[in-house]
């Protein structure tokens, strides 16, 4: 069972257009949402994540959107750039944590997206 | 500033070999963890530790084995490979940014189980 759940699984920008990616989740106990870059041969890198108690984050050209009651997030990167082309994956956390309620970290990720983002 | 380093990076097997897979930090991080890429399946935990000497299973531990005897390195063991097992193998530890654990991973390692 998909517990995170990514669209599309690729999409084509041109340069300077706008990205958009989307995720939904079902456990209502995660309460920290990553996202990933990833490019080929390369570890996933962490982009920019948001917790539950705000619904929007942004840093530079990236911004999380999150619906809490919709229990859905999306990924925006605005004037995308070639340099953007990657797989992003999204991704969740909250199960589990030490008996001083630290989160063990566990991630629950999306399928991932494939950003192309031609010139 | 290695980070996080896997070894190796290519590895072929046949089925029913063992292998083991190294992942060592060099960021003194207290928890790691192991996933699993597949195409269109993102990534799934296998096992992860949060501490040296403990371990616990992930999402898909079946087949697989691990060991946490220093901090700094985590084993991952395939004890009899089946084709199933083909994969990307990525390793990652956790530390704290702004209260949450985010993880550093490592360029992984590539799998073929023939």
């Known amino acids: 069972q998909q517990q995170v759940k990514q669209s599309p699984q690729s999409l084509i920008v041109q340069k300077g257009g706008i990205s958009i990616i989307n995720c939904a989740y079902e456990n209502t106990a995660f309460d920290y949402f990553p996202w990933y870059q990833q490019f080929p041969g390369k570890g996933p890198a962490l982009l920019i994540a948001i917790r539950p108690d705000v619904s929007e984050k942004k840093e530079g050209r990236f911004t999380i959107s999150f619906n809490k009651s919709a229990k859905q997030f999306s990924l925006h990167i605005m004037d995308s750039q070639p340099g953007d082309s990657a797989t992003y994956f999204c991704a969740a956390s909250g199960e589990g944590a030490n008996a001083g309620g630290t989160s063990y970290g566990k991630l629950t990720f999306g399928q991932g997206t494939i950003l192309t983002v031609h010139p | 500033n290695a980070g996080v380093t896997q070894t190796p990076k290519f590895r072929v097997l046949k089925t029913g070999q063992s292998m083991t897979l190294l992942c060592a930090q060099d960021?003194?991080?207290?928890?790691m963890y192991w996933y699993r890429q597949d195409p269109g399946m993102g990534l799934r935990l296998i096992h992860y530790s949060v501490g040296e000497g403990t371990t616990a299973k992930g999402e898909v531990p079946d087949g697989y084995n691990v060991s946490r005897l220093k901090k700094q390195n985590f084993l991952l063991g395939l004890e009899s490979a089946a084709p199933s097992q083909t994969s990307v193998y990525f390793c990652?530890?956790?530390?704290?940014?702004?209260?949450?654990?985010?993880?550093?991973f490592g360029d992984g390692t590539r799998l073929s189980i023939l």
């Open positions: 990652a530890s956790s530390y704290l940014y702004r209260l949450i654990r985010a993880q550093h």
């Open positions: 960021m003194n991080h207290e928890y």
